[in-house]
């Protein structure tokens, strides 16, 4: 599991900074790499890591309705998410939303 300090907005915006890194790296690459062969398979490679870091952001971004986000197979914790049943937040953190024993009295 990441440490609660990474939540879904933070590696969001990690992620964006990575991305931007990888543009860098491409422009770079443009300049030193001479053959064009060694270019594509650079540039490929640069741009499946892009896509993946991409598709990562996409996940992170809806999984925070279902409080199980994961990043690469790595448990990430949402903000909020304290009081589940079965998956299921509840914001009141009452007890189950869904099924399960009624909420205690206060």
């Not at 599991?1 to 992620?15: K, Q, S, V, W």
């Not at 770079?28 to 892009?50: D, E, N, P, T």
Request: some cysteine.
């Amino acid at each position: 599991m990441l440490p609660e300090t990474l939540d879904p907005e933070t590696l969001r915006t990690g992620i964006m900074v990575l991305i931007a890194v990888l543009l860098i790296a491409a422009i770079a690459g443009w300049y030193l790499v001479r053959k064009m062969v060694s270019r594509v398979i650079f540039f490929g490679i640069l741009l499946g890591l892009g896509a993946l870091l991409w598709g990562e952001r996409g996940d992170l971004q809806t999984c925070q309705q279902t409080c199980s986000c994961k990043v690469f197979s790595w448990d990430v914790q949402v903000p909020g998410c304290a009081s589940l049943d079965n998956g299921i937040p509840n914001p009141m953190g009452l007890g189950a939303v869904v099924g399960g024993p009624p909420p205690k009295a206060l």
